[in-house]
């Protein structure tokens, strides 16, 4: 038997449910569409390729899946008539007689370990023609239901509005996903019919016809949660729920802490080393990850940051895309940091913003420190040397650089470079008055009466 493998993802549904104007498949789970999340599934299978199916308006689905190519569903006729419409280009990849697997782009939480149970029954021996995937689930209310005989084979997949009210008593629901001989899958989709109370083309008509030329079909079984479909945005809060105790689990199995991990929020690439420790109420955004022994405190929301080891951030903290935080450097409560490397044990550790700047090791930026890096029009850089000194409440104007070692005032608004080991103090003088209070007083109290 060959071992070409070709994916075809059925993601054509208009999800009228969702009512969004986003496709279906594209709604997020763990920062990225649900589509995604099948087609890396998949991937672990290193299928010969992959095929995506969408519908006639679907532009956004084939952008969001590119490279991958698409397939257009002309008309909303049903499952097999979805498969059907990927034919052209899916026969192609499959060689002298490869297998198709068909998944579905809104079962975001089908796992490679699933996928790679199915493809190791299909080459078993004697191997069956197709491999079917089951569950069992609590409740089978409305999920096609699997009927098998005394020897366990899978005779008929019954939609539960064509059931009998004893198959209905069944339990072994289809999952939706199905592996098989790919040449002898697109011949049969020809066979099949739309006579039934949907008037529509099911896949699971290839049962029957198979059966017919004397095919084998096998059963693999998995968790309900694996081929929980997302049809509205309820579902799609229970499919985000899931993966969050997957990425949790994952997390603290890798050696990461998470203090209640029920209360941080992961994405989808989050990476964490070991000895890391999550305190309450995280969010990481896309593309963040943080090195051995780190420390990320309550409420802090990172994204697209890279955290050294050692370094400690929060809490009620931000990290904006392009930040880098070097070992051990510290960033405190109300700190924001953007497209900025912070130097090994630099800290800024108070109500500061920090954009667009390069902050050497051992810096310290005091509380209220703020990088003026917009005019406007284009963003600027500012540049702080090592163990500089900024004091509070200061305004660095960009463009401009801090020399290592220069000590800044605190209340300086700074406009111009600041030499290596040079103090730079950029205030307005102060006026003292004596008696000026209770004077000004008199005079407030003398024009309220006035009034």
């Not at 038997?1 to 993802?9: F, K």
């Not at 969004?20 to 649900?34: N, T, Y």
Request: proline share 6%; net charge negative.
């Amino acid at each position: 038997m060959s071992t070409a493998l070709v994916v075809v993802v059925l993601a054509a549904g208009k999800g009228t449910r969702m009512r969004s104007s986003l496709p279906k498949v594209l709604h997020a789970v763990a920062g990225r569409p649900m589509v995604q999340h099948v087609l890396e599934a998949a991937a672990a299978l290193e299928p010969a390729g992959s095929v995506v199916v969408i519908g006639p308006e679907g532009e956004a689905i084939a952008e969001a899946v590119r490279p991958y190519p698409v397939a257009v569903q002309r008309e909303q006729l049903g499952t097999a008539d979805a498969l059907k419409a990927a034919r052209d280009q899916a026969l192609p990849l499959l060689g002298d007689g490869g297998d198709v697997l068909v998944l579905y782009g809104d079962g975001p939480l089908i796992t490679p370990e699933t996928l790679q149970r199915m493809r190791a029954a299909r080459q078993q021996a004697p191997a069956p023609d197709f491999v079917w995937l089951g569950f069992r689930p609590p409740d089978p209310t409305g999920y096609g239901r699997m009927l098998l005989d005394e020897e366990q084979r899978l005779t008929a997949i019954v939609e539960e509005k064509d059931a009998s009210e004893e198959e209905r008593r069944v339990d072994l629901c289809w999952g939706g996903l199905l592996l098989g001989d790919g040449p002898a899958l697109f011949r049969l989709l020809e066979q099949i019919d739309n006579n039934n109370a949907k008037g529509e083309y099911y896949l699971t008509s290839l049962v029957a016809l198979a059966a017919d030329e004397g095919l084998r079909a096998g059963v693999v079984e998995c968790d309900a949660e694996e081929v929980r479909g997302v049809n509205s945005r309820a579902e799609l809060a229970e499919a985000e729920a899931i993966l969050q105790r997957r990425l949790r689990r994952r997390a603290m199995d890798a050696g990461v802490t998470l203090i209640a991990p029920e209360t941080v929020q992961f994405c989808w690439d989050t990476e964490l080393a070991p000895d890391v420790v999550v305190e309450p109420h995280v969010v990481f955004g896309p593309g963040v990850r943080v090195g051995v022994g780190a420390q990320i405190l309550g409420f802090s929301h990172l994204e697209g940051a890279l955290v050294e080891a050692g370094a400690r951030i929060g809490p009620f903290a931000r990290l904006r895309p392009g930040t880098r935080i070097g070992p051990e450097a510290r960033v405190g409560n109300f700190v924001e940091i953007k497209a900025t490397s912070l130097g090994a044990k630099a800290k800024a550790n108070h109500l500061s913003y920090v954009g667009d700047a390069e902050v050497g090791a051992g810096a310290n930026i005091g509380a209220g420190t703020i990088t003026c890096n917009y005019d406007g029009v284009s963003k600027h850089r500012t540049v702080i040397g090592e163990g500089a000194f900024i004091g509070s409440n200061t305004a660095l104007v960009a463009p401009v650089t801090i020399g290592p070692g220069a000590v800044i005032g605190a209340g300086s608004t700074l406009v111009e470079a600041v030499p290596e080991q040079a103090l730079a103090l950029a205030r307005a003088p102060q006026t003292t008055k004596p008696e000026g209070a209770t004077r000004l007083r008199e005079r407030q109290k003398k024009q309220r009466t006035e009034e």
